[in-house]
């Protein structure tokens, strides 16, 4: 299986990657942003829940996102393999994730972390937040939330997968089919 941990930033290109990486290997694409949005709209249980730290661009507890990623996990017996794109966000999420995968008889492949500025992500999150539809890029105070979240909890998921020897990073400045092209490159090479 090709399991493949896409990593960066709020606004860093993760989603957008995503859709050209899983066309083009066949995976399964597993946002946990995407299906928490899914779970707001349809006002489940678990959306209200999100939607309460995602509100204030804080993580929503790990008990609860692991879970979701395992039951999705399981609904797709058949995948070649996953782009987990926001999935995980913290030491301990990697660790469950690893945990998890070992018992189904495989790993991470790879960790692809698109690096971005700051200054860039805030720019691009405002600029999403015109369309977007989401309540947490049009607000100044918690797009800098979710940044200085990665920074202090998410960012040293980096050195967990370092000292796997599966990390790679990939400059995300630049234009989506370059960056594309060096996202594969690493894929061709290490996958
Ligand atoms: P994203 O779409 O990846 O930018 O995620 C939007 C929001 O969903 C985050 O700011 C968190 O509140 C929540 N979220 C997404 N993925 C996770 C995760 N792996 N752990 C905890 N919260 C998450």
């Keep these: 299986m090709l399991n493949i941990v896409l990593f960066g930033p709020p606004g860093a290109g993760k989603g957008t990657q995503s859709a050209k990486l899983i066309e083009k290997y ?10 928490f949005r899914a779970n707001i709209k349809e006002s489940t249980e678990m959306g209200n829940l999100a939607k309460s730290y995602m509100d204030q661009g804080k993580l929503v507890p790990d008990e609860v996102t692991i879970g979701m ?16 794109d926001g999935f995980p966000r913290n030491k ?16 991470v492949t790879l960790m692809l972390a698109l690096e971005v500025e700051e200054d860039e992500l805030r720019a691009r999150l405002l600029l999403r937040g015109k369309d977007s539809g989401r309540a947490d890029d049009v607000n100044p105070v918690i797009i800098q939330k979710r940044i200085d979240v990665y920074n202090n909890e998410t960012a040293p998921v980096k050195d ?32």
């Design 69 to 84: 990623v395992e039951s999705e996990v399981a609904k797709t017996p058949e995948a070649k393999g996953y782009i987990f």
């Design 26 to 35: 066949g995976l399964v694409h597993l946002s946990t942003g995407d299906i």
């Design 160 to 191: 967990y997968y370092s000292a796997q020897g599966k990390y790679i990073g990939i400059n995300g400045v630049g234009s989506i089919d370059g960056i594309f092209g060096e996202l594969c490159g690493a894929i061709d090479r290490n996958g």
């Design 92 to 107: 301990f999420q990697a660790e469950s994730l690893d945990e998890f995968l070992e018992i189904l008889g495989c790993s």
